[in-house]
């Protein structure tokens, strides 16, 4: 039975920035996934990640346009610390490898986002999730002490006689047999439940399995109806058109020729947050001004 101080489920960028975290630490690491590590849902994100990294920008200013874009409905506790670290994260991530884009002078070049009131968006052509999970995967490879289990799949969670969550029971895909991991901590890191729409832009694996497990042992699930849409993608197949053609200047039409979001968003237009420009373009198909 395989035994770790820490259990990770999941290896997209959060489980796998968490099971290096755990690592330096000096903790005995586990990182389960059912595909391989490189293949996670973390290659969708395509456009970039923010942060106040630009000397003009803050942390604070970051914060505030998430709490709006949230219409108010974000965890400001979350938010506050996911603002004031998110340069330092970045740099970290730079550092390691990310070969984020850089502009004419050197610089870390920034791209603009969706509800954004600064050019804050950091990235890598139109593959930034892909070029971080590769790089966090060269990270996890370099420490013995994390052992990676790739292509297995987590059926339940597993407590103790105390009722603690002690591990979980896993199958292992390429020949099906079962196995048992040990741990003192388990954190779930095993995405969302975008499946349960269709057409969606979410991969085939994403079908909320750390959630169900979550649930059968009885914990609280919260903002379960706090689904994104992302606005842009191809009619039919679900296939996603990143931000960053709207960030680079891309404009959206509708049927009779209208850039319609004049009406919705005057003043941020496809920029506006993606909440805003999702019911917008169904208002348009809706009243008749669809494609």
Same mark, same amino acid.
């Given at each position: ?8 489920? +999941? ?9 290096? *975290? ?33 000397? =003009?920008?803050? !942390? ?24 004031? $670290? ?7 991530? $730079?550092?390691?490898?990310?070969? %984020?884009?850089?502009? /004419? ?14 050019? #804050?968006?950091?990235?890598?052509? &139109? ?16 420490? &013995? =002490? ?5 292509? !297995? %799949?987590?059926? #339940?969670?597993?407590?103790? &006689? ?8 896993? @199958?292992?895909?390429?020949? +099906?047999?079962? /196995? ?8 779930? *890191? ?25 649930? @059968?042992? +009885? ?5 379960? $109806? ?16 990143? /931000?960053?053609?709207? +960030? ?25 947050? @993606? ?15 669809? %494609?």
């Amino acid at each position: 039975m395989p035994q770790h101080d820490v259990l990770v489920i +999941g290896a997209g960028l959060a489980g796998q920035r968490a099971a290096l *975290a755990a690592a330096e630490a000096g903790a005995s690491v586990g990182i389960i996934s059912k595909v391989h590590p490189v293949r996670s849902h973390s290659n969708a994100a395509q456009g970039g990640i923010n942060a106040a990294l630009n000397p =003009e920008d803050s !942390w604070e200013s970051h914060a505030f346009d998430t709490v709006k874009g949230s219409d108010y409905l974000g965890d400001q506790d979350a938010i506050e610390i996911m603002c004031r $670290e998110a340069p330092d994260e970045l740099l970290h991530l $730079e550092h390691i490898g990310v070969t %984020f884009h850089r502009d /004419e002078e050197g610089k870390l070049g920034t791209r603009a986002f969706g509800g954004a009131s600064a050019a #804050r968006t950091y990235y890598v052509a &139109d593959i930034t999730g892909q070029a971080i999970l590769h790089v966090l995967y060269e990270q996890l490879m370099k420490h &013995d =002490e994390v052992h990676r289990y790739e292509e !297995w %799949f987590t059926t #339940r969670l597993v407590q103790d &006689d105390e009722g603690n969550l002690a591990g979980a029971v896993t @199958r292992n895909i390429r020949d +099906g047999s079962m /196995e048992l991991f040990s741990a003192k901590a388990v954190i779930l *890191a095993t995405g969302g439940n975008g499946q349960v729409y269709n057409p969606t832009t979410n991969a085939l694996i994403c079908t909320g399995d750390g959630i169900a497990m979550a649930y @059968r042992l +009885g914990a609280p699930l919260i903002d379960m $109806e706090m689904v994104q849409y992302h606005p842009t993608s191809l009619a039919g197949n679900g296939l996603l058109i990143t /931000e960053g053609a709207r +960030g680079e200047g891309a404009h959206l039409y509708n049927a009779n020729g209208e850039r319609f979001m004049e009406k919705y968003a005057p003043n941020k237009m496809e920029l506006a947050s @993606r909440d805003v420009v999702s019911r917008a373009e169904q208002t348009e198909i809706n009243e008749g001004r669809g %494609f």
